[in-house]
């Protein structure tokens, strides 16, 4: 099939260049630096007594939620990035010309863009997000309740930012196409403040705003998802309890309801579908 | 065989501009076409119409009897952009493999090492593209658009990146094609060389076909003819409404004539005879 053929070709491109190896790089000196900070954790002392096994879980919890905090924003600015250039650089150069002179449908271009940019991203995601889950776990014991879950849910929201930059870059210029897709990630965590400040203080005004941005472009929902896998059960009793202490994006009281993860699919597949109708529809 | 290109009345405007008004033109098998006119006169905007990269505004046609936009006939057909760059990661023959995936070719291998020997890029061709010059790069756009064995090929400026040397061989390969029957459109600024390759031409100016034909019709006669006598010494210049009128006196005179010869001019003249703004 046609699209698996530039899928392949897409993932060949970003294996050959040298962003995989700088990625790579910077990968290993965070797991580095991650492995020396939760062994320096473990061997931690207050008072001369080693840290009691609660606390340490503790500590280690709130190191996962903060790599993978981090983690989501490198990975949707990586997706914005990376996506656009995969769609629209083809077309900047002249290329785009010469392939759809041949036998081929524009959606399959833009499907085998997509999918093969979500594929590396995919695999970014298992690799560099089980490479940490695993070194927190040989310096501390410690594993989050759903690893798998929380790094589906990150996949999750490198779907969405990759979906839109894709989309974006049928009919705009890499750069403005990646900008963009990155600047809607930001724009969509706000509103999930927004919306956890709204909810907190009882102001339905501010809670309905984060929510139409959150359905808007829906990272925010995806990374609450993530939040809720990783985090403790223990912490997610006390968030309840305290419903207060939840406006913040480090704790979540609840996970994301079914119907806003069918949302964020359904999203999903409409900007892709718009995506794919952009393209058919340019004059190129 | 139906014509490798027919179309009637093809046209595109991008909002209150016209880059192509009411093309209407037939390209036989085996026929080369010139599709010249100066910048920005519509003649990308016409190749690309003709392989349904661009939605036209108005107008229909056929290549190699089927519609235009047909996915199934673009397997038969060959197109070297103007403009174009492929992948500085990927060999030459990588990018021809990949192509020849996209076209489903049988015996691949042999077809690619045929194609790559034909622009003269074998030696070279498992070199990245990012080493190559834009005259290489040329090459390698020549080798896809031949990819396949196509029975038309589109050449939008084919030669603009090559040498001398390079041009000849473009010459000899267009040659060839013609000699396979295959139908080439040809877009070059290099008139030379249209005159010296093509059958007929298309001259479009502003998004207007300004002249149509074969060459030689186009150039004899353009500025009438030189009646000349049988002394081998005078002779007279005239418009080609002239001619009857002239050898009539001539002859009712008493004169002999030796010969009525149309005035030749290059293609080069004629086109910028008609593009030219007066």
């Known amino acids: 099939m046609t699209a698996f053929l530039i899928a392949g070709l897409t993932l060949r491109e970003l294996a050959r260049r040298r962003l995989v190896t700088a990625v790579a790089v910077l990968t290993l000196a965070i797991v580095a630096f991650t492995l020396w900070g939760t062994l320096r954790l473990a061997g931690a002392s207050v008072h001369g007594e080693a840290l009691p096994t609660a606390g340490l879980r503790g500590a280690a919890a709130g190191i996962v939620i903060l790599l993978a905090f981090l983690f989501s924003f490198v990975l949707a600015l990586g997706a914005a990035l990376v996506a656009a250039p995969a769609m629209g650089e083809s077309v900047a150069n002249g290329e785009i010309l010469t392939l759809l002179a041949r036998p081929i449908r524009r959606a399959d271009v833009v499907f085998g863009r997509w999918l093969g940019t979500l594929a590396a991203l995919i695999l970014y995601v298992a690799v560099t997000g089980g490479i940490k889950l695993a070194v927190v776990r040989f310096a501390t014991g410690y594993l989050p309740p759903h690893p798998l879950a929380a790094l589906a849910f990150l996949a999750g929201l490198a779907t969405v930012v990759t979906t839109a930059s894709i989309a974006l870059a049928t009919r705009l210029p890499v750069l403005a196409a990646g900008i963009v897709a990155a600047l809607l990630f930001g724009f969509a965590w706000i509103g999930g403040i927004l919306e956890a400040i709204g909810l907190a203080l009882g102001n339905t005004g501010l809670a309905d705003a984060g929510t139409v941005i959150t359905l808007a472009f829906p990272t925010d929902a995806l990374w609450r998802g993530a939040l809720y896998a990783l985090q403790p059960a223990v912490m997610t009793a006390a968030v309840t309890t305290m419903p207060a202490a939840t406006p913040n994006p480090f704790s979540v009281a609840a996970p994301p309801p079914g119907a806003l993860i069918a949302w964020a699919c359904g999203w999903v597949l409409a900007v892709f579908a718009a995506g794919v109708a952009s393209f058919r529809t340019r004059d190129l | ?278």
């Open chain 2, 1 to 278: 065989m139906p014509d490798a290109i027919a179309v009637r009345g093809l046209a595109k405007r991008y909002g209150r501009i016209d880059a192509l008004h009411d093309l209407t033109l037939r390209v036989a098998p085996g026929e080369c076409l010139g599709f010249l006119g100066p910048n920005g006169a519509g003649k990308s905007t016409a190749v690309k119409l003709l392989l349904g990269l661009v939605r036209p505004t108005g107008g229909d046609g056929e290549l190699l009897g089927r519609p235009l936009g047909d996915r199934a006939t673009r397997r038969r057909i060959g197109y070297l952009p103007e403009i174009f760059r492929y992948p500085g990661w990927l060999s030459a023959r990588e990018v021809l493999a990949f192509h020849a995936r996209l076209l489903h070719l049988a015996e691949a291998p042999r077809s690619i090492d045929a194609v790559l020997d034909e622009v003269g890029l074998l030696a070279r061709a498992d070199d990245r593209v990012a080493a190559y010059s834009k005259g290489m790069q040329q090459r390698l756009g020549l080798a896809v658009a031949l990819l396949g064995d196509p029975d038309l090929v589109f050449l939008d400026e084919p030669t603009s990146a090559l040498d001398p040397l390079g041009r000849s061989d473009v010459r000899a390969l267009i040659e060839r094609l013609r000699a396979r029957g295959t139908a080439v459109f040809l877009n070059s600024h290099l008139l030379g060389e249209v005159e010296r390759v093509c059958d007929r031409v298309c001259i479009v100016d502003g998004g207007h076909v300004v002249a149509e034909g074969a060459i030689d019709a186009l150039l004899r006669g353009a500025h009438g003819a030189r009646v000349l006598l049988d002394d081998g010494w005078h002779h007279y210049d005239v418009t080609a409404a002239e001619i009857p009128d002239v050898v009539a006196r001539l002859v009712a005179g008493g004169a002999r004539v030796h010969a009525v010869e149309p005035k030749q001019i290059s293609l080069e003249e004629r086109f910028l005879e008609l593009v030219r703004p007066a």
